[in-house]
């Protein structure tokens, strides 16, 4: 072959590699659900905005009198939801107060569906879950689905975060 013979071999190679990324990307579309499609998409949407969201910080939506905090743990996106201020040391009292968190991914990328909600007791003073408990847990979900969560509830909380964010106090 000469010097300028390697060029088209080159080329063939890699417009070859880029069609069958390509081809995987479209067979792998053509297999979602609408729900599914929809789930990410509304994923994407949350995880955008709580991206730009400062953390550590409170915040109240008027609407459904709840608040939001946004956090991230090691990378990974977290928004949570609670019906108390969890800062007013009156919710210590409250022996019921849950905050439901939702994983949205990571700093770089959303998780793909489905995205589980996981609920917390706010005054919950036991020791991290172990990889047992941890692996119990999904398979109860696996089987009941119970921690799952829509793209309509997805959107709605979305919609919520939104109107919180904006909401000066």
């Known amino acids: 072959m000469n010097a300028t ?4 071999l080159a080329a063939a ?4 590699f880029a069609a069958g990324i ?22 994407r949407d949350l995880w955008k ?44 009292a409250v022996p019921d107060a849950i905050i439901t968190s939702y994983h949205l991914g990571s700093m ?15 005054n919950d003073t036991s020791p991290e879950r172990t990889w ?4 119990e847990l999904l ?4 089987r009941t689905g119970a921690m799952d969560t829509t793209a309509a509830e997805l959107t709605d909380l979305h919609a919520q975060l939104k109107r919180a964010l904006n909401n000066p106090r």
């Open 108 to 122: 770089w990328r959303p998780m793909p569906p489905p995205i589980m909600r996981m609920h917390v007791a706010l």
């Open 132 to 135: 047992e408990e941890a692996g």
């Open 139 to 142: 398979d109860f979900n696996e």
């Open 5 to 8: 013979g390697w060029w088209p």
């Open 13 to 16: 190679v890699l417009a070859a």
């Open 49 to 92: 905005l709580a991206r730009k969201a400062p953390t550590r910080k409170l915040f109240h939506d008027p609407e459904t009198g709840q608040y939001l905090g946004v956090d991230r743990h090691h990378t990974m996106l977290e928004v949570a939801v609670s019906d108390l201020e969890v800062t007013d040391p009156a919710t210590d």
């Open 22 to 43: 390509a081809w995987s990307t479209w067979r792998q579309k053509q297999g979602r659900s609408a729900e599914e499609t929809a789930q990410r998409a509304a994923i």
